[in-house]
């Protein structure tokens, strides 16, 4: 091929003289032409790339077909339930809620509902009126040792920090949170002027980074937490063990989106890739994380504290629940984080082969504390692909009192699924600091649709609790949920989740 590429270069070159001579207005194919040759010439110099070399010119059209592979992908070739990893029917259940458009669809389900895994709600004779219930549901966090609890919205804003998100980002989410009354997750990334600017709900989390609590050489520093867990728009404190897109690595902030500002506010060098430790310095056993948890609750003056965690080694959370049990004292909430969960930057093999998933970490963590007597003093968050009313209640079937979402948020931001949140060029201004693309987003109108987005999800939560006969969340159970484990079986989540007896583990 490199043969054929001289033999028509040589031939061209004759061509173009022969214009020269005999016709100069001809020359002007030397504008389409120069270019192409520039690049050919490029293709046969470059070592590195073998199908340049060998197809110059040519073989730059795998690579353009390639980066524009998941556009084509989205508009041309998937389906509707196909696309990953969140389908079309679940992004534009988003958008159209997001913009307060109907949300209703036409002609009956797109789902195979013979299919295993095909899962529904049971619902009752006795659907309940509309009026008689609680559109506006709370749920309290705060044990025994809480001196603040907070009245918390059933679905909220999962941890995304600033640095992985626009500063536009971060104040459309925050905006949304306050119009809403939810709470808003900074993510590890410490709390930038963009979170308190609207003065939305914030849980603040501590990663191993400990960002904006952290000492020079990377320490956790207890007065530094103080100034900040003392904020009115603090409302709980999280610690970060792990996150179910990559459990047991710690958090990555490309040096591309390191700016001068956002290395400021986490205390780190800007334009380095900044790795977070996979593990904390502040505990290192079971019984040292509970004293690390009441440390935190008394030096916030009080305020919930809890942690978050994907479910690896069973075993290694029993542990917790024992030193739960031997200093008197239990985290406020445990946020359970499903292996499905999003990252803006992991490596591959942690995303796809490691971390329990959200449903059976979830149960697994609900039946442990019961077992354990720990239940009624810890409330459980959940996030794992949660978008919808239907996806709330089978995550409080498994035990959840509350649950998050990211990437639902992100799509109600504007998100297109682009899949680029690790490489600074988020064509919508969400995972970005590019000046330029960031500035495309609207903070106002963002704000309106994150809040129209969780609005109408709890509406549709509450709609499904009444036509289910559930007066409310705390009544959601496991028999309940029904899923399809063959073409003519049927289980429900009790079934398949077995509950256990108050107590039944302590000894
Ligand atoms: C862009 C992005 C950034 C994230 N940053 C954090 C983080 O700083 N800390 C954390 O605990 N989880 C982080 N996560 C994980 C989410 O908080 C959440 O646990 C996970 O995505 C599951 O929720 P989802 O399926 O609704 O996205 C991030 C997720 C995304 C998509
Ligand atoms: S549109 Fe932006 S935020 Fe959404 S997936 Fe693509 S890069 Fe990430």
Redesign the pocket.
């Known amino acids: 091929m490199r043969n054929v590429f001289y033999r028509i270069l040589i031939l061209v070159i004759i061509i173009e003289i022969l214009f020269a001579i005999f016709w100069p207005p001809g020359l002007w194919t030397l504008v389409l032409i120069v270019p192409i040759f520039l690049i050919g010439l490029r293709d046969v110099a470059n070592k590195r790339q073998t199908i340049r070399k060998n197809f110059p010119v040519l073989g730059n059209i795998r690579y353009l077909l390639e980066s524009i592979r998941p556009e084509i992908m989205q508009y041309f070739v998937e389906t509707d339930t196909e696309g990953r990893p969140i389908n079309r029917i679940f992004r534009s259940l988003i958008y159209q809620r997001a913009k307060k458009q109907t949300d209703t669809t036409p002609f009956g389900t797109q789902s195979d509902v013979y299919k295993s895994g095909y899962e529904w709600l049971a619902h009752s004779v006795y659907a309940i009126q509309d009026r008689k219930m609680d559109h506006d549901p709370k749920v309290r966090i705060g044990s025994k040792d809480c001196k603040q609890p907070y009245d918390c919205s059933l679905y909220n804003i999962s941890a995304m920090s600033y640095g992985s998100l626009s500063k536009n980002a971060v104040m459309a989410l925050n905006g949304g949170a306050k119009i809403g009354g939810f709470f808003h997750n900074t993510g590890e990334g410490a709390i930038s002027p963009f979170h308190i600017e609207h003065g939305g709900d914030l849980v603040w989390q501590i990663g191993t980074g400990y960002f904006g609590c952290r000492n020079k050489e990377g320490e956790f520093d207890i007065e530094k937490f103080t100034e900040n867990a003392v904020r009115p728009t603090v409302k709980m404190i999280e610690i970060k063990i792990s996150q179910g897109a990559k459990p047991g690595h710690g958090g990555i902030l490309p040096a591309v989106k390191n700016t001068e500002e956002i290395a400021a506010i986490r205390g780190v060098e800007p334009h380095t890739t900044v790795f977070s430790p996979p593990g904390h310095s502040a505990f290192s056993n079971a019984d040292e994380l509970i004293q690390f948890i009441k440390k935190l609750r008394e030096a916030s003056g009080g305020k919930p504290v809890g942690f978050k965690l994907c479910i690896g080694r069973r075993g290694e959370f029993k542990d917790f629940c024992r030193a739960m049990i031997k200093h008197d004292t239990t985290p406020d909430f445990i946020t359970v984080d499903g292996g499905e969960g999003g990252t803006g930057a992991a490596p591959v093999e942690f995303s796809n082969s490691l971390g329990m998933p959200l449903r059976d970490g979830l149960a697994f963590v609900h039946d442990t504390l019961i077992g354990y007597g720990l239940r009624k003093e810890i409330k459980l968050i959940a996030s794992g692909k949660i978008m919808t009313g239907f996806h709330m209640i089978r995550a409080m079937a498994l035990g959840a009192d509350v649950c998050t979402s990211a990437r639902a948020m992100?799509l109600a931001l504007g998100?297109?699924?682009?899949?680029?949140?690790n490489s600074n060029?988020?064509?919508?201004g969400?995972?970005?600091q590019n000046k330029m693309l960031m500035n495309g987003l609207n903070v106002e109108d963002k704000k309106q649709r994150v809040a129209n987005f969780q609005k109408g999800t709890i509406h549709s939560f509450v709609e499904l609790l009444a036509a289910a006969g559930i007066p409310d969340s705390s009544q959601v159970e496991r028999r309940y949920i029904n899923r399809r484990v063959d073409m003519t079986r049927i289980c429900t989540y009790e079934e398949l989740y077995p509950s256990i007896q108050e107590g039944s583990l302590i000894d």
């Open positions: 992100m998100c297109i699924q682009a899949l680029q949140c060029t988020c064509p919508v969400v995972a970005t």
